[in-house]
């Protein structure tokens, strides 16, 4: 910060983040012109309840990889140590869980700032010609980045560990066999000290499931350090359809650690985390699956692929050299991932590829596409149609379809508990040769049936999906 005088204060510390319990070194240099009538009177830190300051020697080294040159009119130095109990920083408005679509907060905390003010700021006053004046600057750690300078970043406390799972969500159908998936557990530290413990699950169900792993202690040696502990977990015979929990942690001594470190960082903003619980949700569904080989062209990114993996589905991810020249009869259904006609030109200059493999006998799953639809339509489409109301009635058009029936019958309550909209870019008018499967639409508005077509094309068949698969799928929602 500088001042009309030309003041300026800087308060490095030698670290971005802390985790409680642990100490950080703070410097605090200010700097004015020589010729000023400026006069220190006093720095200090301060802090929150329960966190400690202490003066400090100068250190040995004080580049801190900038100029040797910079040199402060004065200088402080000071230890501040994180009390044991120390929240971790995250946005205030993060720090608990959500009212359905709001956010809750402390009554303490300013709602008119975006975040929390700086855990530790300096204090500063000088005497201008004979006035006192106090000035505060926040705590930052900054560093040299060799293509963008000087980067600054606040202080975070941050937990000693952060735990995590591969899988937000697993697929298991019901079956009269016991079924095994595997679960892997990241553990990541976070202090600058060596932690040891053990890894483990906590499975909430009525039944016993069986939890195996080869080796679940783990030692990380220094800050930084990670490792993965893959369990096995095996779900019995014949349990009941529902939803399941899986959570994860990492015991230390008496301590457990249960939470997953979130980190947004972008080059034009200050670093964020929040913290969310290290936890698995399991979907045990009445669920058929028939023995396809599919192909899946990955649009503007999406879920869908992995979660149809997740089923059982034999899934292979199609590339550009695919679309050209491979052999695409060998695929029973070929899925187009959402936007795909922006992001793959070469799903766009192969579409009469995908139009002869559905003359074929192919199954062509198109999902919402925006602009370019036009360029790989079999027939004429007009407008297009959203229904944002994730409750909106569908009406089921062709009972007897097979769609409806085979390998699952699909029923009105598969249309329950949907997030975030039933469809989006909905065909408005369409060419006869479709057939509209189902109806949905907002309250006030006109019935659409371009939700879900299917067109019949040689010997297979060319599908448009505007329906919110790609929410629904990753959510775990059980009709989708």
């Given at each position: 910060?500088?001042?009309?005088?030309?003041?300026?204060?800087?308060?490095?510390?030698?670290?971005?983040?802390?985790?409680?319990?642990?100490?950080?070194?703070?410097?605090?240099?200010?700097?004015?012109?020589?010729?000023?009538?400026?006069?220190?009177?006093?720095?200090?830190?301060?802090?929150?309840?329960?966190?400690?300051?202490?003066?400090?020697?100068?250190?040995?080294e004080t580049t801190q990889g900038f100029s040797r040159r910079e040199a402060?009119?004065?200088?402080?130095?000071?230890?501040?140590?994180?009390p044991a109990d120390?929240?971790?920083?995250?946005?205030?408005?993060?720090?608990?869980?959500?009212?359905?679509?709001?956010?809750?907060?402390?009554?303490n905390e300013d709602q008119n700032q975006p975040f929390s003010p700086a855990d530790v700021t300096a204090k500063v006053t000088v005497d201008i010609d004979g006035t006192d004046i106090s000035f505060e600057r926040p705590i930052q750690f900054r560093y040299a980045d060799s293509t963008r300078g000087e980067i600054r970043?606040?202080?975070?406390?941050?937990?000693?560990?952060?735990?995590?799972?591969?899988?937000k969500l697993l697929v298991v159908p019901q079956s009269n066999k016991p079924q095994t998936r595997t679960l892997t557990v990241g553990i990541t530290n976070n202090s600058a000290k060596a932690i040891a413990g053990v890894a483990g699950l906590n499975i909430n169900t009525p039944d016993e499931w069986k939890v195996t792993a080869a080796n679940r202690t783990f030692d990380l040696k220094k800050k930084g350090e990670q490792i993965s502990v893959a369990f096995e977990i095996t779900i019995p015979a014949k349990t009941k359809p529902g939803s399941y929990n899986i959570f994860a942690n990492a015991s230390v001594g008496e301590g457990l650690a249960m939470q997953t470190m979130n980190t947004i960082a972008y080059p034009h903003i200050q670093t964020h985390r929040f913290y969310t619980r290290a936890e698995?949700?399991?979907?045990?569904?009445?669920?058929?699956?028939?023995?396809?080989?599919?192909?899946?062209?990955m649009g503007s990114g999406d879920e869908v692929a992995d979660s149809v993996k997740k089923m059982g589905v034999d899934v292979t991810m199609l590339e550009e050299k695919d679309l050209a020249s491979g052999d695409l009869s060998k695929f029973d259904t070929i899925i187009v991932g959402i936007r795909a006609t922006e992001t793959r030109p070469d799903f766009v200059a192969n579409n009469q590829r995908l139009l002869d493999y559905v003359k074929n006998g192919g199954h062509l799953i198109v999902q919402y596409q925006?602009?370019?639809?036009?360029?790989?339509?079999?027939?004429?489409?007009?407008?297009?149609?959203?229904?944002?109301?994730?409750?909106?009635?569908?009406?089921?058009?062709?009972p007897a379809d097979p769609a409806f029936n085979f390998p699952n019958k699909i029923t009105d309550a598969d249309f329950a508990g949907w997030v975030q909209e039933r469809n989006a870019y909905s065909f408005g008018t369409f060419d006869q040769k479709y057939t509209p499967l189902l109806e949905s639409h907002d309250a006030g508005e006109q019935e659409n049936k371009g939700g879900l077509v299917i067109a019949k094309i040689g010997k297979?068949?060319?599908?448009?999906c505007g329906y919110s698969m790609f929410r629904q799928l990753p959510a775990g929602v059980p009709g989708a």
């Open positions: 910060m500088r001042t009309q005088r030309g003041i300026q204060i800087d308060v490095p510390a030698d670290r971005e983040t802390v985790v409680p319990g642990e100490s950080i070194f703070s410097t605090v240099n200010v700097f004015f012109p020589k010729s000023a009538a400026i006069t220190i009177k006093d720095v200090s830190l301060r802090k929150p309840v329960g966190w400690a300051v202490t003066n400090a020697e100068a250190p040995k402060a009119n004065q200088s402080a130095y000071f230890n501040v140590k994180v120390a929240r971790p920083t995250q946005p205030y408005w993060l720090e608990s869980a959500r009212d359905g679509d709001l956010f809750r907060w402390a009554a970043r606040d202080l975070n406390v941050v937990p000693a560990l952060s735990v995590s799972v591969d899988h698995t949700k399991v979907e045990v569904l009445d669920l058929k699956v028939a023995p396809v080989k599919v192909g899946y062209i925006r602009a370019g639809l036009q360029q790989i339509l079999p027939f004429p489409v007009n407008g297009n149609i959203r229904v944002v109301d994730e409750n909106a009635k569908v009406t089921i058009l062709q297979g068949n060319w599908i448009y």
